[in-house]
């Protein structure tokens, strides 16, 4: 490989503030909301044009589609999402769950308004290329936008890019997903012009059991209703319209009056490295070629779509997996499965695992508690990581990635920056019965 290189500059500081957050999905957002409702200067930082992450980019509605009667969760910021949303008229009832499926281009404006009531300083269209470092404490980033190179100083940095881009910048140990820990990516879709009668009398009359698509499960959950269409995609292989060996599972979420079935996650792309550009490109132009693939089948197979055309393209890739930081405590199948209890949690999830061919849907009220060591790199002071990208193993992973665990880390990975700030102590040493008596005091449950 040629290398440049590049000479020596000055950086112009940007801003300086207390709590920076970069990337603001659910964990950021969560992240962000959770600090800045305690009262300290708050900033955060996001490289595409609106908030939201996987909400936004990737049209990924269905924030708690595993909740049912008996489950049981902590509430907090995650549900805020799904109320805010509905009291704005953003929401549609969730098919298979008792759980609001977010508008996807609603909720940027929703995530607007919740940063601006919370007095967030916002940065939009930034991207994070660095980290400042002395020795190994964090005191900043260094950004990339169309305002130039600049830097962005900070007594606390939470890195919810999903990537755990700011750990790796900073030089946190952490692995990548690898072989068959590396998921698959989704373009996800929707289209109009939609019968919808036709189309709900078609599922009334073909209900899908969850068993159909899930692989492995704890057998309890095999006959739960799924918006799942399976028979008709197997047809379409048959008669060649899909090519035998592409991945198509075709879930559909909302459905509106107007005719349009909003998110359709169909498309699965595998070997991707979220983290490499060219696998990123690929990725990309291969999700929508296939996703016109779908169209034309459900087009074709499906009663309701046979005037459907494509609606939308998702902004972005729908990610998975990829780094995860080895933190002070690294979550395991063992703690999801059995109900772990932790000293430092701050918060709880239900025993809900959707990865790896394992699906557990969160019927009978079982739950584990988060532990805060997850959020704690190793040989960094100062960083905490929020949303997918916490410690963990592979099966742990299946739990930690999903949207609403990432609103639990990133609100306690929120209000212990916070903490920290307020005591003047590293992250590392925070006083987590602090933490936990403001997290419950925002109606967290974190036991």
Known sequence: MQHVKEPSRMVSVMAETDVLVVGSGPGGLAAALAAARESVDTMLVERYGCFGGNITQAQVETIAWYRHEQTVEAGGIGVEFENRAKDMGGTHKDPEAQAECLDADMFKYVADKMVQEAGIVPILHCFAVGTVMEGNVIRGIITESKSGRQAILAKRVIDATGDADIAHLAGAPHRKAQGDEKMSVTMSFGCSGVDVKRFKDYVNANPARLAEWA??????????FTPYLGEP?????????????????????????????????????HDIDPTNVRDLTRGEIEGRRQAILVVEALKKYIPGFEKAKLRTF?????????????????????????????????????????????????????????????????????????GRCVAGDKLSHAASR??????????????????????????????????????????????
Request: charged content about 25%; some cysteine; hydrophobic content about 40%.
């Open 215 to 224: 692989g492995t499960t704890s057998g309890k959950e095999d006959d739960l």
């Open 402 to 447: 999903q949207m609403m665990c990432c609103a639990v880390t990133g609100q306690g990975a929120g209000i212990a920056a916070a903490v920290s700030v307020k005591d003047k102590v590293t992250c590392r040493r925070v006083n987590i019965a602090k933490v936990q008596k403001a997290l419950e005091k925002k109606g967290v449950r974190i036991k």
């Open 314 to 386: 998702a902004s972005s890739l729908g990610v998975r997996s990829s780094r995860k930081i080895i933190g002070e405590y690294n979550l395991t199948e063992q703690d999801v499965r059995n109900e772990a209890r932790f000293e430092d949690t701050i918060g709880i999830f239900p025993e809900f695992l959707d990865g790896y061919g394992v699906v557990i849907i969160p019927t009978t009220g079982r739950y584990f508690q988060v532990p805060y060591g997850i959020m704690v790199p190793m040989k960094v002071e100062n960083l905490l990581v929020a």
């Open 233 to 269: 995609f197997i047809r379409a292989k048959e008669e060649g319209l899909i090519p035998k060996n592409m991945r198509v599972e075709v879930i559909w979420h909302s459905l509106t009056e107007a005719g349009e079935a909003t998110h359709i996650n169909a498309v699965r792309i």
